[in-house]
């Protein structure tokens, strides 16, 4: 057995142990460290111990076999990181509340409940459609701010209808504001307490209750609607646990409501982003793709048949979803001693899965660097190491939703409009709660329309 003193690391410093260079770049730390010291890497924020891992079968061992062990950390008396500003929802729940609201929530994430959403997703498309075609020519635009703005609407439509969006407007950069302070917080042990009236603390503490009085209103008008409704809110409202008959209350709906909204929009975004991109630089793999559009398509926009057949659209984007994958990693809390082959990994500790070391991992990809469709093209191919939206009982409840909205929104973008990289190359990487273009992403966009 490998004790956790003797398990490979970057060098730690007094007190602080790695905290200084991991809160500089965690990114950067995740695939150094990776290359310098292996698959299983023992680090240190302040205090506590971390352990990395870049290896889909100690992965596999933690999140599937020992799911009660590493677990989330959702502590009610003192909530910390996303669940700051997500409380109870499904991302940051656990034990009994968590299983009760995934019974829940499942149905209405199902393919069947999904494909219905299909008409406001194209909806959606029309009026960036319109705001592209009109784009003066040769100016550039920040792609990643337009998949943002992109997968907000659909969220939005999908979840409260068109009804309240205008009112929602501002819910998206609060909320922005509080995943980033929270985001930020779960890495920095020595971060001051909210409490404290500090500038962060103060516009984190702003934008929360900003977005907690936004969604209690909405659900309150809402239940005093008679209004025929079919929309997440609605699917929320409606939902029954299988089991027991209960629905849920208007505290867990509000947890739910802000959970479903984050994590649905700027994962989907991010991946569309890099999508983009990656098709711009490989015009080879972008003809192909047009060529499928074209001949499921032919010219109009999707219908739910349409789909399974586009089958090259699907694989261009599971492909740049391992080449770029939005969640780059998943963390849980290691709440007993525990063994992953041979390694004791300490309780109390916290474990880190790096995704994106696992999607580049050189024994389970052929020149994992090369953007390549075609691994993603047979059932066979199917790759143990491919993770984008997680493994185990945590798996993504919105992995469908996702799939069919991107499906359908690239499709739609590379039938109306040709991209250019403005820098050429493909941005750089930065982790800021998803896998993002540095900097953004500039391109030249324009209408194929009048080709
Ligand atoms: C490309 C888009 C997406 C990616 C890459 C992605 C990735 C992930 C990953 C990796 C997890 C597991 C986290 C963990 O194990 O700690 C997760 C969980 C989750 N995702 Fe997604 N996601 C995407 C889109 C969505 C969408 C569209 C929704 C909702 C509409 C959504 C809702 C959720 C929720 C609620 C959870 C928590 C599930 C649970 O713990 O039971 N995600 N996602």
Request: with cysteine.
């Amino acid at each position: 057995m490998t004790n956790t003193s003797d398990i490979p690391g970057p060098p730690a410093r007094f007190l602080l142990g790695n905290l200084p260079e991991f809160k500089h770049n965690p990114l950067a730390c995740v695939l150094n460290w990776q290359r310098d010291y292996g698959d299983i890497v023992h680090f240190k924020l302040g205090p506590r111990d971390f352990y990395l891992i870049s290896h889909p079968e100690l992965a596999e061992q933690a999140l599937v076999q020992q799911q009660d062990t590493f677990i989330k950390m959702y502590d009610a008396d003192r909530p910390n990181g996303l669940a700051l500003i997500l409380g109870q929802g499904l991302v940051t729940s656990s034990g009994e509340l968590w299983r009760k609201q995934r019974r829940l929530m499942q149905p209405v994430f199902n393919r069947s409940s999904v494909v219905t959403m299909l008409p406001e997703m194209i909806q959606t498309f029309e009026k960036l459609n319109t705001r592209w075609c009109e784009l003066p020519a040769g100016v550039a635009v920040n792609v990643a701010d337009e998949m943002m703005r992109l997968t907000i609407e659909v969220i939005t439509q999908t979840m409260f209808s068109t009804s309240v969006l205008g009112r929602i407007d501002q819910i998206g950069p609060a909320l922005d504001i509080g995943l980033r302070f929270a985001a930020k917080s779960i890495m920095n042990p020595l971060r001051a307490p909210l409490w404290l009236p500090t500038r962060a603390n103060r516009e984190f503490i702003n934008a929360r209750n900003f977005l907690n009085d936004t969604i209690d209103v909405i659900i309150s008008e809402r239940r005093q609607d008679s209004g025929q409704y079919h929309d997440l809110l609605q699917m929320l409202l409606e939902a029954q646990d299988p089991e027991t008959g209960e629905k849920m209350h208007d505290r867990q709906i509000r947890d739910e409501v802000l959970t479903i909204f984050s994590a649905g929009h700027e994962t989907t975004a991010t991946a569309l982003s890099w999508t983009l991109a990656l098709l711009a630089n490989h015009p080879e793999i972008l003809a192909r793709l047009r060529e499928e559009v074209a001949g499921v398509l032919n010219g109009k926009t999707p219908e739910i048949q349409d789909l399974s057949q586009l089958s090259y659209t699907r694989a261009v984007l599971e492909e740049s979803m391992r080449i770029r994958p939005p969640v780059s990693m998943v963390m849980r809390k290691i709440a007993t001693e525990a063994n992953l082959q041979g390694y004791r990994l300490k309780a109390g500790g916290f474990a880190i899965f790096s995704i994106y070391n696992m999607h580049h991992h050189a024994d389970f990809w052929v020149q994992p660097e090369v953007f390549d469709p075609e691994r993603f093209l047979s059932a066979e191919k199917r790759n143990k190491a491919y993770m984008p939206f997680g493994i185990g009982h945590r798996f993504c409840v919105g992995n469908n939703f996702a799939l069919i909205e991107s499906q359908v929104l690239l499709a739609l973008m590379v039938q109306h409009f040709d991209f250019e990289l403005v820098n050429a190359q493909l941005p750089d990487m930065e982790m800021v709660v998803t896998l993002k273009p540095k900097d953004g992403l500039p391109m030249l966009i324009r209408s194929r329309c009048y080709d």
